[in-house]
């Protein structure tokens, strides 16, 4: 990232906001030093030069009180504003990231959700230093200093020309020791991410692990994760402490050389006192910001980092753009029009085509990789197909306003979002009658698990439904989608993973459904829901020939699998759009 990067200011309202209010109390705070070095000498030289007393300079006393309060009121407002700048600013990136990376589409996020992931969290609370000490140093470098020199200029003209020569070699050095924070930043933050990643995976099978008695073996995994942070977290720390020692060394001596040449000429008479104290104090004033701004963007460079990589994000072209042309009225029906998607070595799906009429039960059946999760993606406008296309009353769904779209659509992944809280609390967080409640719950079934609860409906329930079985959060999960009103059901194989008593719970839920009038689009493998559905689309993949094979191998072409579309449930923004 540049010194000051427009991409932060276009993508961070806050941030604009703070670099004006920060160029303004620069502004302010060079006035005042340059006032309060003026009236230091204006108290001093005539002591020195004069023998004046104390009632002589006690105005300027008063003066210089004054002075210090200001500089010291600025530091306050500095401090303050900088600190809600920075967390506005941090809000506002990750919100922008967290909704950018959720239209990116499942196939991106199969690759890059968990780097995100660990991006929108730990990666960007590393910009605060940015903020909080950098950007101000920056607007005092462009404030402070010119306008010192310029009295310095005015004063004595070779006094100013010794810092203008000596000014360029803190840039030089900043630039070369930067090149080498920002390598070190950079390692730091793909460690971050690599080490997240392998966290998550950790995580994700740690009830596997248990099962199996091994939960004690990742132990060393963990350790090892930890020691690679420390190292690469040290690394970068040792080079920032390189740096400032540097600048320090290169700023105390070129305040030296202009010390030294004021005090040769005060010794010959060449220049008289009162104008030697200015020049002495003005000058630590002229390095002291850009030295401040040197070791404050080495201090900050991880987050430099994880600006560049969310900027890298925001600037990534969306996968399926924004429509605009508004919903179909009525009860249109939803055509699978001849729908086509590039998957590694096939079409998947190939060739699917389909009606689903308003109020039906439409399944998709066919093998495993065959296409059919990747057919709900293109139906919800997450993913664009190749060729084809899920039409709406005649219009293609990647040209519909996305939050009309998303408007009409539940959608239940095989794992339901479940986030910690009572049952009620995730069955209808935005509340609900109990007559509606109990009814749905009984419809779904869910009324049982309800009833072996001694605290019922506010039963508490941990996050991605810690101390539910597999069957009661699906039953959680249907009990919340017949509350819901979106006319159009998406299920991703909900009766996967059940027994025949739990899947005659799930059936029965979905008879409400369509009992309601509702249209359910469902991915289904056994046979008990393909036989009550009133369309069955039977999904195939076909394998590419020779020619595609290179054609896509060029294109890098992944998968979209159902594991794919669980990543924008880590990520949350998504469940803002469908609701689960």
Same mark, same amino acid.
């Given at each position: 990232?540049?010194?000051?990067?427009?991409?932060?200011?276009?993508?961070?309202?806050?941030?604009?906001?703070?670099?004006?209010?920060?160029?303004?109390?620069?502004?302010?705070?060079?006035?005042?030093?340059?006032?309060? *070095?003026?009236?230091? *000498?204006?108290?001093?030289? =005539?002591?020195?030069?004069?023998?004046?007393?104390? *009632?002589?300079?006690?105005?300027?006393?008063?003066?210089?009180?004054?002075?210090?309060?200001?500089?010291?009121?600025?530091?306050?407002?500095?401090?303050?504003?900088?600190?809600?700048?920075?967390?506005?600013?941090?809000?506002?990136?990750?919100?922008?990231?967290?909704?950018?990376?959720?239209?990116?589409?499942?196939?991106?996020?199969?690759?890059?959700?968990?780097?995100?992931?660990?991006?929108?969290?730990?990666?960007?609370?590393?910009?605060?230093?940015?903020?909080?000490?950098?950007?101000?140093?920056?607007?005092?470098?462009?404030?402070?200093?010119?306008?010192?020199?310029?009295?310095?200029?005015?004063?004595?003209?070779?006094?100013?020309?010794?810092?203008?020569?000596?000014?360029?070699?803190?840039?030089?050095?900043?630039?070369?020791?930067?090149?080498?924070?920002?390598?070190?930043?950079?390692?730091?933050?793909?460690?971050?991410?690599?080490?997240?990643?392998?966290?998550?995976?950790?995580?994700?099978?740690?009830?596997?692990?248990?099962?199996?008695?091994?939960?004690?073996?990742?132990?060393?995994?963990?350790? *090892?994760?930890?020691?690679?942070?420390?190292?690469?977290?040290?690394?970068?720390?040792?080079?920032?402490?390189?740096?400032?020692?540097?600048?320090?060394?290169?700023?105390?001596?070129?305040?030296?050389?202009?010390?030294?040449?004021?005090?040769?000429?005060?010794?010959?008479?060449?220049?008289?006192?009162?104008?030697?104290?200015?020049?002495?104090?003005?000058?630590?004033?002229?390095?002291?910001?850009?030295?401040?701004?040197?070791?404050?963007?080495?201090?900050?460079?991880?987050?430099?980092?994880?600006?560049?990589?969310?900027?890298?994000?925001?600037?990534?072209?969306?996968?399926?753009?924004?429509?605009?042309?508004?919903?179909?009225?009525?009860?249109?029906?939803?055509?699978?029009?001849?729908?086509?998607?590039?998957?590694?070595?096939?079409?998947?799906?190939?060739?699917?085509? &389909?009606?689903?009429?308003?109020?039906?039960?439409?399944?998709?059946?066919?093998?495993?990789?065959? &296409?059919?999760?990747?057919?709900?993606?293109?139906?919800?406008?997450?993913?664009?197909?190749?060729?084809?296309?899920?039409?709406?009353?005649?219009?293609?769904?990647?040209?519909?306003?996305?939050?009309?779209?998303?408007?009409?659509?539940?959608?239940?992944?095989?794992? =339901?979002?479940?986030? =910690?809280?009572?049952?009620?609390?995730?069955?209808?967080?935005?509340?609900?009658?109990?007559?509606?409640?109990?009814?749905?719950?009984?419809?779904?079934?869910?009324?049982?698990?309800?009833?072996?609860?001694?605290?019922?409906?506010?039963?508490?329930?941990?996050?991605?439904?810690?101390?539910?079985?597999?069957?009661?959060?699906?039953?959680?999960?249907?009990?919340?989608?017949?509350?819901?009103?979106?006319?159009?059901?998406?299920?991703?194989?909900?009766?996967?993973?059940?027994?025949?008593?739990?899947?005659?719970?799930?059936?029965?839920?979905?008879?409400?459904?369509?009992?309601?009038?509702?249209?359910?689009?469902?991915?289904?493998?056994?046979?008990?829901?393909?036989?009550?559905?009133?369309?069955?689309?039977?999904?195939?993949?076909?394998?590419?020939?020779?020619?595609?094979?290179?054609?896509?191998?060029?294109?890098?072409?992944?998968?979209?699998?159902?594991?794919?579309?669980?990543?924008?449930?880590?990520?949350?923004?998504?469940?803002?759009?469908?609701?689960?």
């Amino acid at each position: 990232m540049k010194p000051l990067d427009p991409r932060l200011m276009h993508y961070a309202s806050a941030a604009r906001t703070w670099i004006v209010l920060t160029a303004v109390l620069g502004i302010v705070q060079a006035g005042a030093i340059i006032a309060q *070095s003026i009236t230091i *000498s204006s108290v001093i030289s =005539p002591v020195i030069a004069d023998g004046a007393g104390l *009632s002589d300079v006690v105005g300027g006393l008063w003066m210089l009180a004054e002075i210090g309060v200001v500089r010291v009121l600025l530091t306050l407002i500095r401090q303050t504003q900088a600190h809600k700048a920075a967390q506005a600013a941090t809000r506002q990136l990750r919100r922008r990231l967290l909704s950018h990376a959720s239209r990116l589409g499942p196939r991106w996020m199969a690759a890059k959700g968990a780097d995100t992931a660990t991006l929108a969290t730990r990666g960007l609370d590393d910009l605060e230093p940015y903020f909080v000490d950098y950007l101000p140093q920056l607007m005092l470098a462009v404030t402070v200093t010119p306008l010192a020199l310029v009295v310095m200029v005015v004063l004595d003209w070779i006094s100013a020309l010794v810092a203008v020569i000596t000014i360029p070699l803190i840039p030089l050095f900043m630039i070369l020791i930067g090149r080498l924070t920002q390598t070190y930043s950079d390692r730091r933050l793909a460690a971050m991410q690599r080490q997240g990643r392998q966290l998550l995976d950790l995580i994700a099978g740690l009830p596997t692990l248990k099962a199996l008695g091994r939960e004690k073996g990742p132990e060393r995994e963990i350790t *090892s994760i930890g020691r690679v942070y420390v190292s690469t977290t040290m690394a970068t720390l040792r080079i920032a402490f390189l740096s400032g020692a540097v600048l320090e060394f290169i700023a105390t001596l070129s305040v030296a050389l202009v010390a030294v040449e004021v005090g040769m000429r005060l010794v010959y008479g060449m220049i008289d006192l009162h104008t030697g104290l200015i020049l002495i104090m003005l000058a630590p004033e002229v390095y002291q910001p850009i030295r401040e701004v040197g070791k404050q963007f080495h201090a900050s460079a991880n987050g430099v980092a994880a600006a560049n990589a969310t900027f890298d994000v925001l600037d990534t072209e969306v996968s399926v753009p924004e429509g605009s042309r508004p919903l179909p009225a009525g009860d249109a029906e939803i055509v699978f029009d001849d729908v086509w998607v590039a998957a590694r070595g096939a079409w998947a799906p190939a060739g699917l085509s &389909g009606r689903v009429p308003r109020g039906s039960l439409c399944v998709l059946a066919g093998e495993s990789g065959a &296409g059919k999760t990747t057919a709900l993606m293109v139906a919800l406008a997450r993913l664009a197909p190749d060729r084809g296309a899920v039409r709406v009353g005649g219009i293609d769904v990647r040209d519909i306003d996305r939050t009309a779209w998303y408007s009409q659509v539940t959608w239940l992944p095989q794992s =339901p979002v479940i986030f =910690p809280g009572s049952l009620r609390d995730n069955v209808a967080p935005e509340g609900a009658d109990g007559s509606g409640l109990a009814a749905a719950a009984h419809a779904s079934g869910f009324d049982e698990v309800v009833a072996e609860r001694a605290e019922g409906w506010e039963s508490p329930v941990g996050a991605g439904g810690v101390g539910l079985s597999v069957g009661q959060r699906q039953r959680l999960a249907l009990t919340r989608v017949i509350l819901s009103d979106e006319p159009i059901v998406v299920l991703d194989e909900p009766t996967a993973h059940l027994d025949a008593t739990l899947e005659t719970h799930v059936l029965a839920a979905i008879d409400e459904l369509l009992a309601q009038g509702r249209t359910v689009i469902a991915i289904a493998h056994r046979p008990a829901l393909i036989a009550r559905a009133d369309v069955v689309l039977h999904v195939h993949s076909q394998p590419f020939t020779a020619e595609e094979s290179r054609h896509h191998a060029d294109q890098g072409v992944e998968p979209a699998s159902a594991s794919d579309i669980e990543l924008p449930t880590l990520l949350g923004e998504f469940a803002t759009e469908v609701r689960y």
